[in-house]
Nanobody
Framework: QVQLVESGGGLVQAGDSLRLSCAAS????????MGWFRQAPGKEREFVAA???????TYADSVKGRFTISRDNAKNTVYLQMNSLKPEDTAVYYC????????????????WGQGIQVTVSS
């Protein structure tokens, strides 16, 4: 029903900015909650940010004030603007879609992208 493809990752230095994009294909993109998760080596997958169809937003405490999630329904795309990047932000970042309510719980999301690497050097 929904396919997600992430782009915009790469290698940057601490303090730099990066914007991730997630292009979605599907018939009801605007009605889905969209989220970003990340998984670093040796760590569990963790919630980063999510945005609802009505533009409500929620962030993990670790990124609040530095990251901004947004969506452009006309382009079927969700973004994650990452500022003031830190080495601890290094991870594979995953875009996810949920057809129900805004949630921070990974298992409640229905669709996932393949993930994209973000590496922040000190």
């Amino acid at each position: 029903q929904v396919q997600l493809v992430e782009s915009g990752g790469g290698l940057v230095q601490a303090g730099d900015s990066l914007r991730l994009s997630c292009a979605a294909s599907g018939r009801t993109f605007s009605n889905y909650v969209m989220g970003w998760f990340r998984q670093a080596p040796g760590k569990e997958r963790e919630f980063v940010a999510a945005i609802s169809w009505s533009d409500g937003r929620t962030y993990a405490d670790s990124v609040k004030g530095r990251f901004t999630i947004s969506r452009d329904n006309a382009k079927n795309t969700v973004y994650l603007q990452m500022n003031s990047l830190k080495p601890e932000d290094t991870a594979v970042y995953y875009c996810a879609a949920d057809r129900w309510r805004l949630t921070r719980t990974a298992r409640e999301y229905d669709y996932w992208g393949q993930g994209i690497q973000v590496t922040v050097s000190s």
